[in-house]
T-cell receptor
Framework: GDSVTQMEGPVTLSEEAFLTINCTYTATGYPSLFWYVQYPGEGLQLLLKATKADDKGSNKGFEATYRKETTSFHLEKGSVQVSDSAVYFCALRGAGFQKLVFGTGTRLLVSP | DTEVTQTPKHLVMGMTNKKSLKCEQHMGHRAMYWYKQKAKKPPELMFVYSYEKLSINESVPSRFSPECPNSSLLNLHLHALQPEDSALYLC?????????????????FGPGTRLTVT
């Protein structure tokens, strides 16, 4: 079945550091890929998405590129802020399915 | 507007109580979802409604009873819960098509209801 693998956390960075959170997936066909962010005590917010190979999703300085050859969708940000501290979930939606398959989540902690 | 609202924000209930969680969206979405999220875990899908009909039940115990009165509203009725049912309950919505031209049909989540069963 479909699956998503994320890097273990927590990821601890200083403010203005470069961020990469790795995400790889296993799926049949051409899934849509997503990054969601969850701030403490809140629900999930859609951060960005990509629907086909080589698509780049971007939002609020975050970017991720749908790489079919490496089955990856790594999340990057050039300069993190303390306010980016949250849990980040990579997810996929298989073609024709309503279910989202989530990774285990990666906690990001940014210190001043 | 990509807002999904949920009420109440917090709920404490005893094991013999009956309570309901409510979810609402006004984005014209025709698919709505209930998820359960335990601490430090990803959300787990419970139910999916598509065009107001239950399309997926992930083998959820009958003490959880979903209801979709119309395309904007989704309820989750709770009865005789156990302490292990304490969790964050999330509602989500998306466009309803599951076939045809491929789209991302991303899901938009509400803020959740923090449920504690005593």
């Amino acid at each position: 079945g479909d699956s998503v693998t994320q890097m273990e956390g927590p990821v601890t960075l200083s403010e203005e550091a470069f961020l990469t959170i790795n995400c790889t997936y296993t799926a049949t066909g051409y899934p849509s890929l997503f990054w969601y962010v969850q701030y403490p005590g809140e629900g999930l917010q859609l951060l960005l998405k990509a629907t086909k190979a080589d698509d780049k999703g971007s939002n609020k300085g975050f970017e991720a590129t749908y790489r079919k050859e490496t089955t990856s969708f790594h999340l990057e940000k050039g300069s993190v802020q303390v306010s980016d501290s949250a849990v980040y979930f990579c997810a996929l939606r298989g073609a024709g399915f309503q279910k989202l398959v989530f990774g285990t989540g990666t906690r990001l902690l940014v210190s001043p | 507007d990509t807002e999904v609202t949920q009420t109440p924000k917090h709920l404490v209930m005893g094991m013999t109580n009956k309570k309901s969680l409510k979810c609402e969206q006004h984005m014209g979405h025709r698919a709505m979802y209930w998820y359960k999220q335990k601490a430090k875990k990803p959300p787990e899908l419970m139910f999916v409604y598509s065009y107001e009909k239950l399309s997926i039940n992930e083998s959820v115990p009958s003490r959880f009873s979903p209801e979709c009165p119309n395309s904007s509203l989704l309820n989750l009725h709770l009865h005789a819960l156990q302490p292990e049912d304490s969790a964050l309950y999330l509602c989500a919505s998306s466009q309803g098509r599951t076939s045809g031209p491929r789209g991302s049909y991303e899901q938009y989540f509400g803020p959740g209801t923090r449920l504690t069963v005593t």
